[in-house]
């Protein structure tokens, strides 16, 4: 008799327990909601947990018939093909300038482009296999004629803009960073990589 007496206590127990289930369900929902709620208005967010930053598209290199490999981020923008880095030195001078030269076709309906430094706050530089940086002398960049979608040459063979006291030994530049200025929206850095240097080249050398 005792243990049916509390079989059935514990029955009714569990019934009266039920409801209390579902209210406390529910005031936990209106907690949640009451916390997101209090977070809009205090400006306050809740601490999520930590997620990893979106991976950025890597850019694919293109590489030439002359062993140039380019890394172009704005190539949507503006097609750009080295056509050549040609150094200038006076007789018997164990030392020139370089300077680059490269086809370019702007996609983008704008007249013109600026090359050089100061693009997103980075310089127009250059690299040798010893590791030896050369900067140009300006800090700006040159601005071009590049009328939309018409292949032009740009010559960057000008003062301020050119590698200054390259030694004419040197054959090659691991690495050169000329920036690319369209507009606000259209700008970058392009790399070229192996590029070599052509001293004192002719006129039929350049074609």
Not at 138 to 163: H, L, R
């Amino acid at each position: 008799m005792k243990k049916k007496l509390f079989s059935l206590t514990l029955a009714v127990a569990a019934v009266f327990a039920l409801p209390a289930i579902s209210n406390a369900q529910n005031i936990g929902g209106l907690l949640n909601k009451g916390k997101k709620v209090a977070s809009k208005i205090t400006g306050k967010e809740e601490p999520k947990e930590q997620q990893a930053r979106p991976t950025e598209n890597k850019v694919t290199p293109v590489i030439f018939a002359n062993g140039v490999e380019m890394i172009n981020p704005i190539a949507e923008s503006i097609t750009i093909e080295p056509v050549g880095l040609y150094g200038i030195s006076a007789e018997e001078s164990p030392v020139g300038d370089v300077y680059l030269v490269m086809k370019v076709t702007l996609k983008e309906p704008k007249n013109k482009t600026n090359f050089g430094s100061s693009i997103r706050n980075q310089k127009m530089i250059a690299v040798d296999a010893a590791g030896n940086v050369y900067n140009i002398p300006a800090s700006g960049s040159e601005p071009y004629d590049t009328p939309q979608d018409v292949p032009v040459i740009v010559n960057m063979g000008k003062p301020g803009i050119m590698f200054t006291n390259v030694s004419t030994d040197l054959k090659k530049m691991d690495l050169v960073k000329v920036g690319v200025f369209i507009d606000a929206y259209h700008q970058d850095n392009i790399i070229f990589k192996n590029f070599p240097i052509q001293w004192n080249p002719t006129e039929e050398d350049k074609k």
